[in-house]
């Protein structure tokens, strides 16, 4: 299984390299590409790919290293995440930063009804 996903990997990467004609990666650019690849859990590869796209996010391979991230999300069981990111990436628009914990909302949790007023007493 791991030899398999391995040979699909450097398909991709092969494949990518030819058919855009990319230039080649900058030394510090490799680097974090084969942290990418070599990551062994879901974990570590998402965390190599949210480092690589914050120290090169103009790279060329920013495509190549979000799919990675997709497809760990996908392999993990969750596929939610898998689809954002899948989405992301294909859209270029980067995912909205997410709420800070413990702060509260300041959207109301549901709309007031338009036209009533509560009974005068």
Do not use: C, W
Request: proline share 11%.
């Amino acid at each position: 299984m791991k030899r398999a996903f391995t040979a699909v990997v450097l398909l991709a990467v092969g494949s990518l390299l030819l058919s855009a004609q990319q230039k080649p990666p900058a030394p510090d650019e490799l680097k974090g590409l084969q942290e990418i690849v070599n990551a062994t859990t879901v974990e570590t590869r998402v965390a190599a790919v949210d480092n690589f796209v914050k120290a090169f996010p103009k790279s060329e391979y920013r495509g190549f290293a979000l799919t990675m991230a997709a497809d760990a999300y996908e392999a993990g069981g969750n596929i939610t995440k898998a689809i954002i990111d899948a989405y992301n990436t294909k859209s270029g628009v980067p995912a909205p930063a997410t709420p800070a914990a413990n702060l509260p909302s300041t959207v109301p949790t549901a709309p007031k009804p338009a036209g009533t007023k509560p009974p005068s007493q």
